[in-house]
Structure formats: structure tokens, C-alpha cells
């Protein structure tokens, strides 16, 4: 046990942690003024609902002892044999701490999700899918990267969580969006964000909070973790530079918003590289990562699904680019626990990482649509059209936002 990895790790999970309400402070100033009750509600009830099923099965079920590369079994339910001494994947940290740092990952997960279906799902179906998705699509994925799964047993690279969370989460944003349908009177009127001050203010927290999600996926205060805290800085200040000059070249001006989404998109694609690759390797990361999710918004117009807040974006496509560039740039010189990867002489990397990034989308897509299908057949995914029309705020929990 050390005492200085102990302390490093309870605060990078208190980072974690900040990252959801930081995410609800994100989301909520992007949506009209009549649904940000409702939209920052899904961030903070993941809070209580992750926490709960975690405890329970969740963790037995993502780390726990592996069953056939699939899946953990339920030794560890209830935290049955999780207590204060170092545990099998951390050697310096009690092992009830590392159950506490993977669970503030378990929580934001789902919580990205809903900026895709924001301003028209009925609370009721939300809190059912949260329960059925972080079931049936984290645990096993979790497990299957980081557990003792099949992908981390190929010998694939996710330091902290893109195929894990941004590509998992991405591929279901996209399934919600196209599932539950657009907004009323999407591509007829605007839909301006209400509140873009409350959104960078989110966006600073969720900066903050990834240097605790990138530098702590290191489990140690070292050498490793320094690496990822750097990589991470740079990637997201280059991408927020990169978003906002490919706005500027083919919109006439740079915006907040730009500037706020692009240092997002890099933290997302950084994210699987972080502790694999150099600071030079970041740079460019973080470049092709503001461009290519720039113009992955831009393409949401032409392909005219209503995913809200860009999850697809942002976190499905920038945590793609993020797990493929780490098949690329992923070096041995900077982490010996690591791999080489294509521009450092091994291609096979590369290949690795894509199998298991798309396999993951598979996954995703089939299972979240079969949960989305049977909470509609069952409960109902919308609210009704008055419902929308005032607001889900006063629909769904009889409160407002403002009052003046």
C-alpha cells in the first residue's frame, strides 16, 4: 500500500466525479430554457442510479473474475471480497478505491448518451434505459477492455475509457437519436442553446475533471500518469484551436460554442491514447480531432437525424479517431507497459485497435436499439407532443429554470 498513490487516487475520483454535474452544466445551456431542468436531471440521477446497480453487480460484473472472455461473474456482488487492501488491478491502492474510481466512469457514460435524445424523452423510460443499457452494454464492454476481457486479451490499447465510454456511448447516441426521432419542428426552426456562458462553465469543469479521468487511469502518481496529464492538455487546447479555425474558414467566425466543443473533442479522442503516446504525437490528436468533428456536426445536417447535442460527434467519432491514432502513435519509448503501434513498427496494433473499436460499435447498436424497442413497446420513449411543446421541465417534473 502507498500512501501517496492512495491520495492521488482519491482525489483523481473526486475529479471523476465532478465530471458529471460538470456535464449537466454543459448539456443544460445548450438546450431552449424550458428543458434544462430535466436535461442536467439525467446527469445527476446517473449519479444515483449507477451507484446503486454498482454496488450490487455492476462491478462484479465488469471486473469481476472472467468468464469466458465475455463477462465477469458475480463473486465480487455486493462488493463480497472488495475491501481495504491493494486488490488484482491496482497493487499500491486499496482495492475498494479502484471500485470507486471505475465507478465515476460507470456514471458518466450513460449520462453522455442523453444529450443525443434531449428535449423529448419521457423521464420515466430514461431512468429504465439507464438501468438496462449500463447493464446489458457497459458491464460487458468494461469487461471486455479492462476486466480480463476479449479485446484486452488481443492486446488492445484504451488508457481511460474511448472505446470503453466515447465510442460505446457514441454508437448508442446515434441508435437514440434515429429510434425515438427528431425533435418537433426540427430543421424548420432554430434550436439555439439558452445559456452559452453555463455551457463553457461545464466545459472548464469537464477539462478539469479529465485530468483525474486521463492522469488517474494511471492508478499510480508517476511517471505514466505525468504523461497523461500533459497529452491531455495539449491534445484539447490544440482541438479547440482546430475546431475553431475550420468554423472560422467555413462559416466566416469562431464561436464560444466551437471553441468549448472542440477542447471536448479533444479530450475524447486523447483519451484512449493518453498514457501510450508522446506529446508531439497528442499535438496531432487533438488537431484532426477539432477538424474531423467540425465537420462531423456539419454532417448531422446532411444526414438530418436530430442526434441534440452532438454526442455522435463528438464522442462517437472523436473517440474513434482517438482508438485508431492510438494504433498509430502508441510508442513503447513512453509507456514499456504499452505497445508500439503503426508508426513505430508494428501495424498489427492498428488492426487490433480497429477490431475492437467497431466490434464495440456492433454491440452497442444491436443491444441499444433491442432496449430502446422494448421500453417503446412497453412504457413509451416520448412525451407527448403538448408535452414537448411546453416544455419538459413543467411535463416531467412541475418545475422551471428561471423565474422573472
Given amino acids: ?29 445548450l438546450v431552449r430554457s424550458k428543458n434544462i431542468l430535466t436535461t442536467m436531471m439525467h446527469s ?16 462484479s460484473l465488469a471486473f469481476g473474475p472472467d ?3 465475455i463477462i465477469g461473474n458475480l463473486d465480487w456482488a455486493l462488493l463480497n471480497g472488495v475491501g481495504l487492501e491493494p486488490g488484482r488491478y ?11 474510481f471505475q465507478l465515476m466512469f460507470a456514471i458518466i457514460t450513460p449520462a453522455l448518451i442523453t444529450g443525443a435524445w434531449a428535449e423529448r424523452m419521457k423521464f420515466s423510460a430514461y431512468l429504465i434505459f439507464t438501468t438496462l443499457w449500463i447493464t446489458l452494454v457497459y458491464f460487458p464492454v468494461c469487461h471486455w477492455v479492462w476486466g480480463g476481457g476479449w479485446i484486452g486479451g488481443l492486446g488492445g490499447l484504451d488508457f481511460a475509457g474511448g472505446t470503453v465510454i466515447h465510442i460505446n456511448s457514441g454508437a448508442a447516441a446515434l441508435v437514440a437519436a ?11 426552426e432554430a434550436f439555439h442553446p439558452h445559456n452559452l456562458p453555463m455551457t463553457m462553465l461545464g466545459a472548464g469543469l469537464l477539462w478539469f475533471g479529465w485530468f483525474g479521468f486521463n492522469a488517474g487511469s494511471a492508478l499510480a502518481a508517476g511517471q505514466t500518469a505525468t504523461l497523461a496529464f500533459f497529452t491531455t492538455q495539449v491534445a ?72 441534440a447535442l452532438d454526442v455522435v460527434a463528438v464522442h462517437g467519432v472523436g473517440g474513434l479517431w482517438g482508438a485508431l491514432a492510438t494504433g498509430l502513435f502508441a510508442s513503447l519509448a513512453w509507456n514499456p507497459a504499452g505497445a508500439n503501434g503503426l508508426f513505430h513498427g508494428n501495424p498489427d496494433q492498428f488492426g487490433i485497435q480497429a477490431y475492437g473499436a467497431f466490434a464495440t460499435i456492433a454491440y452497442s447498436v444491436v443491444v441499444t436499439f433491442i432496449i430502446l424497442k422494448a421500453i417503446d413497446w412497453t412504457v413509451g420513449l416520448r412525451v407527448k407532443v403538448d408535452e414537448e411543446n411546453q416544455g419538459l421541465d413543467l411535463s416531467q417534473h412541475s418545475e422551471i429554470g428561471y423565474t422573472f
Fill in 1 to 29: 500500500m502507498n500512501s501517496g498513490d492512495t491520495a492521488f487516487m482519491l482525489i483523481a475520483t473526486a475529479m471523476v466525479m465532478l465530471m458529471t454535474p460538470g456535464l449537466a452544466l454543459f448539456y443544460g445551456g
Fill in 44 to 59: 445527476f440521477a446517473c449519479l444515483g442510479i449507477v451507484s446503486i446497480i454498482w454496488v450490487v453487480y455492476g462491478y
Fill in 67 to 69: 468468464v469466458g472472455g
Fill in 90 to 100: 491496482a497493487a499500491t491502492i486499496p482495492h475498494l478505491l479502484f471500485c470507486a
Fill in 178 to 188: 434515429l429510434v425515438i426521432g427528431k425533435r418537433k419542428g426540427f430543421g424548420k
Fill in 236 to 307: 484539447a487546447g490544440t482541438a479547440a484551436l482546430a475546431w475553431i479555425v475550420a468554423e472560422w474558414f467555413m462559416q466566416g467566425k469562431p464561436t464560444t460554442l466551437g471553441v468549448a466543443s472542440g477542447a471536448v473533442a479533444g479530450l475524447v479522442a486523447i483519451t484512449p491514447a493518453a498514457g501510450f503516446v508522446s506529446p508531439l504525437a497528442a499535438i496531432i490528436i487533438g488537431l484532426v480531432a477539432g477538424v474531423l468533428c467540425y465537420l462531423a456536426v456539419l454532417m448531422k445536417a446532411k444526414l438530418g437525424y436530430d442526434d
